[in-house]
């Protein structure tokens, strides 16, 4: 066999070649060749190399570990493996293989020059490729895959329920058609009791109005009877009245309103005097400013002593208007004095000065203003303010003309005022003193009043009359009746039919009617209603319901079954973890059956105990930790032979094969013991003696010696 | 290839545990097998033909 090669990694930046006298052509055919040499220098690589090239990653991938399959399916890859080989191979029948690739390019297999597909190729030949193994690891391997299995199926279960579970809530929130028919019925019953409650209060509205209308049937007879009276009152106080002669009319004097408006003269005539005093007090006044002489005597002279009765003969007339013209003239002179006054230089600056201190007054109490004047400007306002209030009290002059000027301005429009009012009191009493004394016996009033009286009744009698008998003919039972007669008559027909009914019972059964029964009946309707448009509301449902019993029952199947997957984890978590396992349930005990199965299977079902016998097994019992042998024995794990079962195992697969060229790669066999080996290579030479073309290639770790070595073992 | 033994291994114990029928283990497993987001009229559709 020649081997040629070139790896280049480009994530290592390294290239690898074969070593040149060694792999290039020391591999041989008809032969087992045991490659020796210490990790990382490349024994596996040729095994995979070769089974590349081979493609058995192609044509064995049902027969070889999912692990194999792997690690030679990877030079597809050519992005990471930059990989070009030229391989020559010895077949069976004299044929050269050759095999061959391009950095780029596709694997290539020729036989005589003639290229051969991987099918048309594995008609030729056969590769068997492993590596022994403990079989308590490969209890391991298999546990690690069926956890993995039981997680993708629990993966899908809970999917599944997912989705069932949805469809099953989706499907509750269709309509219920029996629901709505239930509510169509509740709603009708109701409407129905509805009517009949509205019957009955009718009813009983109409009964409860006649047996009131009896009562004012009754009060509109006792009006007719009120009527008669006030009618024949009427009649006796008019007969009455005739009898009596009106007496003449003559005004009566009233000596109190007399007193009354004599006593407002008095007080007019005291305010007048109040009103001179002003004006004597203002002569005083300015006479400390101002000569007022002339004004004085003027004033002196004036007439205002008059008697009540001068005020009734006409005498006061005459001097009140001379006394009116002259204080008139008086105020007028003292006002020009004060003006000329307040008119002088030295009061024209005083009252300058007064408004500043009014302007000083309102920026101390503009508390920034206030700040600005005494930081910015450095005056105290409070101080200037104490000399101005100074020098203005120094001159009372001021205050004095303004007061006389306030005080006089009204005095002659008070005063003739107030002789405008005791005009009008004289003018009354005048009236009133030209009025006589009455002679009269007051007969007639008390007849007239009597007759008025009684008018007043029957009018008010006929008017009562008249409104309570309306409402009684707007009564049907009463509305031809329009007189006592018929009215009398038709009280005592409905008397006689109301005979023992008592109006209470019947308005407390209208009340709980109208109050109670009738609005529960609404709440209800209007409960149904609601209800039955919400149900209204769904959509339409098309699945009866046998399908939606079997759509819950297999969504309760579903979850039931995601919670054994869940349940199964903690049997193989145990094993993993060395700790005993628990068996709570059945289903744990035959899911443990189903696992014992695959492991016994995946074993070829039997073991090699230490002393080397084969036992036939058909399940491990991961919780004893037992093989279960076919002859009803077990094997505790402990006693079985790892090294020799492993070489069985390839010896059995070895003697699978039937191709006429084999090729058998099995990876770090090194690790057996010499008899499990002598197992091996004597199967491999039974395939030699049938005439097969056979090419074993055994690696084997040598810590001792790093270089790689080939030593040929037949 | 051993994920499916593994996966009929399960579906047979709980189908015998809970007493399945064989026309039910079916309608089971395709439900297990639903697509994602499969409509209610597919679901009712793989559950019509368990028809006990």
């Known amino acids: 066999m020649k081997i040629d090669y070139t790896l280049f990694l480009p994530s290592e930046d390294k290239t690898y070649v074969p070593s040149p006298g060694l792999i290039q052509d020391g591999i041989t055919e008809q032969n087992i060749n045991q490659i020796l040499a210490d990790n990382s220098q490349g024994k596996t690589f040729l095994l995979n190399l070769l089974s590349f090239a081979l493609y058995v990653d192609v044509t064995h991938k049902n027969k070889l570990d999912d692990r194999v399959i792997a690690r030679i399916s990877k030079y597809e890859d050519t992005a990471e493996y930059k990989l070009s080989y030229d391989i020559e191979i010895a077949l069976q029948d004299g044929s050269l293989l050759e095999l061959t690739k391009d950095v780029e390019g596709t694997r290539k297999a020729y036989v005589d020059g003639q290229l051969y597909g991987a099918q048309n190729l594995s008609s030729l030949l056969e590769v068997v490729y492993d590596a022994p193994q403990d079989p308590l690891k490969r209890i391991l391997g298999v546990l690690t895959d069926v956890g993995k299995w039981n997680n993708n199926l629990l993966k899908s279960v809970t999917a599944s329920n997912i989705q069932l579970s949805r469809a099953n809530n989706s499907l509750k929130e269709s309509r219920d058609e029996k629901l709505i028919e239930g509510y169509k019925k509740q709603i009708e019953k109701t409407d129905e009791r509805l009517a009949e409650l509205n019957k009955q209060s009718k009813d009983l509205k109409k009964e409860i109005a006649e047996i009131e209308s009896i009562e004012l049937a009754g009060i509109v007879l006792r009006s007719y009877t009120e009527f008669k009276t006030a009618q024949h009152q009427y009649a006796k106080a008019q007969k009455n009245l005739k009898n009596h002669k009106k007496p003449a009319t003559t005004a009566k004097k009233n000596s109190s309103l007399i007193a009354t408006k004599r006593k407002e003269n008095s007080e007019y005539l005291m305010s007048i005097s109040a009103e001179k005093q002003k004006v004597q007090s203002a002569l005083l006044d300015l006479s400390e400013h101002t000569d007022t002489s002339l004004l004085s005597k003027r004033f002196t002279n004036l007439e ?4 009540l009765s001068s005020l009734e003969d006409g005498s006061w007339t005459e001097s009140f208007s001379s006394f009116k013209k002259s204080i008139k003239e008086i105020v007028t002179d003292l006002l020009n004095t004060v003006d000329k006054l307040l008119d002088a230089p030295e009061l024209i600056n005083l009252k300058q000065l007064d408004q500043v201190k009014v302007v000083l007054e309102k920026t101390i109490e503009n508390a920034g203003l206030n700040k600005i004047f005494q930081e910015k400007l450095n005056l105290n306002l409070d101080e200037i303010l104490d000399k101005i209030s100074d020098v203005l009290q120094d001159l009372t002059i001021l205050d004095t003309v303004k007061t006389v000027k306030r005080n006089i301005d009204n005095v002659p429009e008070e005063i003739s005022k107030l002789g405008r009012e005791i ?12 009025k006589g004394d009455s002679s009269d016996d007051g007969s007639y009033d008390l007849a007239n009043t009597s007759f008025t009286l009684a008018q007043s009744n029957l009018k008010t009698k006929k008017g009562n009359l008249q409104s309570i008998k309306d409402d009684l003919l707007s009564i049907p039972h009463f509305s031809n009746c329009h007189d006592e007669e018929h009215i009398r008559s038709a009280m005592d027909s409905l008397s ?9 019972t019947l308005r407390n059964r209208e009340s ?8 529960e009946a609404y709440n209800n309707l209007s409960t149904y209603k609601a209800k039955f448009d919400e149900e209204d509301a769904k959509s339409p449902i098309h699945y009866d319901s046998s399908s939606l019993e079997k759509l819950a029952k297999y969504s309760s199947w579903m979850k039931m079954l995601g919670k054994n997957l869940n349940a199964f984890n903690t049997p193989i978590n145990q094993y993993e973890n060395g700790q005993s396992i628990q068996i709570e349930h059945e289903m744990d005990r035959q899911f443990i059956d189903i696992t014992g199965k695959m492991i016994a299977q995946s074993l070829n079902n039997f073991i090699l105990r230490a002393n080397g016998e084969r036992k036939e097994i058909y399940s491990f019992d991961i919780a004893s ?3 279960l042998c076919s002859d009803n024995t077990s094997v505790l794990s402990r006693e079985v032979s790892t090294g020799l079962t492993s070489g069985t195992y390839l010896a059995q697969k070895i003697k699978l094969a039937t191709k006429s060229n084999l090729f058998f790669f099995f990876d770090e066999i090194g690790d057996v013991s010499n008899k499990t080996l002598e197992i091996v290579n004597d199967a491999i030479k039974e395939k030699i003696a049938e005439g097969k073309s056979v090419t074993a290639i055994y690696t084997s770790v040598d810590n001792t010696d790093a270089a790689l070595k080939i030593r040929h073992l037949l | 290839m051993k994920e499916n033994m593994y996966r009929d291994g399960i579906l047979d114990l709980f189908v015998t545990t809970n007493d399945l029928t064989a026309a039910q283990k079916e309608v089971l497993e395709k439900l297990i097998d639903l697509k994602d987001n499969a409509s209610i009229a597919e679901i009712m559709e793989i559950i019509s ?3 006990n």
């Not at chain 1, 709980?512 to 029964?517: H, L, M």
Request: charged share 35%; no cysteine.
């Open chain 1, 423 to 434: 005009h009008n009191t004289v003018r009354i009493i005048t009236i009133e003193l030209a």
């Open chain 2, 49 to 51: 033909s368990d028809e």
């Open chain 1, 496 to 504: 006689r039919k109301h005979k023992n009914v008592n109006i209470d």
């Open chain 1, 625 to 627: 930790r037992k093989f």
């Open chain 1, 304 to 307: 205002t002593n008059w008697e």
């Open chain 1, 512 to 519: 709980d009617i109208n109050n109670r029964q009738i609005r």
